[in-house]
T-cell receptor, first 115, second 117 residues
Framework: AQKITQTQPGMFVQEKEAVTLDCTYD???????LFWYKQPSSGEMIFLIY??????QNATEGRYSLNFQKARKSANLVISASQLGDSAMYFC????????????FGTGTRLLVSP | DAGVIQSPRHEVTEMGQEVTLRCKPI?????LFWYRQTMMRGLELLIY????????DSGMPEDRFSAKMPNASFSTLKIQPSEPRDSAVYFC???????????????FGEGSRLTVL
């Protein structure tokens, strides 16, 4: 079974609009962490935002926020006021367990921001 | 502060040749990861180390792949013999443990793009 599911292969958004990238996860462990990374066309992996399973509030980092719905096991990334530079692949990832474990990545969503 | 450094950035080789990819993690990070990225399989974890000790190598595809971490500042991923299906981008990443205020996020190198002809 997939641990991380990103159902949107591609998304389009106009500049200055908000966009939501979907991520659902599967775990039976009560302790886990969720991450989003951005991969522009240049190829590097850039960490964007983190949400811990015990965090009471949704994580925010600048224009990025994470819509964490624990009961639904979803951790959607919201990008507000999209910019042309936001065009990239976006990956959701999960770490399970209290001890340090590996990050498992989803298949990614390609976001294209148009002028 | 320097990030994760990988070399070479690009490698083109012929089937059957040995390939060695290198990684220098961020100083002070206890964990080092090797990932492979392909269009077909996405980002796959190959192996990770904690304090230079391999913890999980279940993602290493087969015996042709081996990884070492002789000290805290250096790791290698070796493929011998290489095959065309090994063509991919290989990422090295490092991190601190996810406690003491750290999220445990991975800091990635720029990747090594391997092409096996």
């Amino acid at each position: 079974a997939q641990k991380i599911t990103q159902t949107q292969p591609g998304m389009f958004v106009q500049e200055k609009e908000a966009v939501t990238l979907d991520c659902t996860y599967d775990t039976s462990d009560p302790s886990y962490g969720l991450f989003w990374y951005k991969q522009p066309s240049s190829g590097e992996m850039i960490f964007l935002i983190y949400q811990g399973s015990y965090d009471q509030q949704n994580a925010t980092e600048g224009r990025y926020s994470l819509n964490f719905q624990k009961a639904r096991k979803s951790a959607n990334l919201v990008i507000s006021a999209s910019q042309l530079g936001d065009s990239a692949m976006y990956f959701c990832a999960m770490r399970e367990g209290r001890g340090f474990q590996k990050l498992v990545f989803g298949t990614g969503t390609r976001l294209l921001v148009s002028p | 502060d320097a990030g994760v450094i990988q070399s070479p950035r690009h490698e083109v080789t012929e089937m059957g040749q040995e390939v060695t990819l290198r990684c220098k993690p961020i100083s002070g990070h206890d964990y080092l990861f090797w990932y492979r990225q392909t269009m077909m399989r996405g980002l796959e974890l190959l192996i990770y180390f904690n304090n230079n000790v391999p913890i999980d190598d279940s993602g290493m595809p087969e015996d042709r792949f081996s990884a070492k971490m002789p000290n805290a500042s250096f790791s290698t991923l070796k493929i011998q013999p290489s095959e065309p299906r090994d063509s991919a981008v290989y990422f090295c990443a490092s991190s601190s443990p996810p406690w003491g205020g750290n999220t445990g996020e991975l800091f990635f190198g720029e990747g090594s793009r391997l092409t096996v002809l």
